[in-house]
């Protein structure tokens, strides 16, 4: 904090310190100190995708739900294939009960970046929401496949593999 504090001083304008000032005070826990620095990068740059998705995800973990994701919707606008924003924007919208939507979201993240295990997990534990534990199932197997050390993949695929049946397999 004490370096990008002093960059900051010696130069107020470059949105990029305030974006990673602002990642690193969530990191701290100070979520209100991260969103004042996140604010402040989107006023200096507001056609920096970067500081709308670390705004959103600053507002995500402060429960703004909503107003995070008007944050990954600029984001994605600025810069389309943006995995984060994207995945983002699907927990967020999970969060809220747009399961259909998050499920969107976590389809396009995937497409971006097929190597990402907790894309899979998210969207196999959307998928139990929806009752779709099929391809919940299949989400699980490809996380694991990535990760096999997520015990919450193998979790939702016991899970779903019970409501299916199929009880030696959960």
Do not use: W
């Not at 009960?97 to 097929?114: H, M």
Request: aromatic letters at 12%; glycine letters at 8%.
């Amino acid at each position: 904090i004490e370096d990008y504090t002093k960059s900051i001083e010696l130069n107020p304008n470059n949105s990029s310190v305030y974006i990673d000032r602002g990642l690193t005070k969530s990191g701290l826990g100070d979520y209100s100190g991260a969103l004042e620095d996140h604010n402040k990068a989107v006023e200096l740059s507001s056609n920096n995708a970067s500081a709308y998705l670390s705004r959103g995800i600053t507002k995500r973990g402060l429960g703004d739900f909503k107003s995070a994701i008007e944050d990954f919707d600029k984001a994605i606008e600025l810069t389309p294939n943006l995995f984060q924003a994207h995945y983002n924007r699907g927990s967020a919208k999970s969060e809220l009960g747009d399961y259909t939507g998050a499920i969107e979201d976590f389809n396009i993240a995937v497409e971006l970046y097929p190597n990402d295990a907790d894309a899979y997990y998210k969207r196999a534990f959307t998928k139990i929401a929806l009752c779709d534990y099929r391809g919940a199932i299949e989400d699980s197997k490809m996380s694991i496949e990535l990760n096999p050390n997520n015990s919450a993949s193998y979790y939702n695929s016991g899970y779903s593999k019970a409501e299916l049946g199929d009880y030696e397999g959960a």
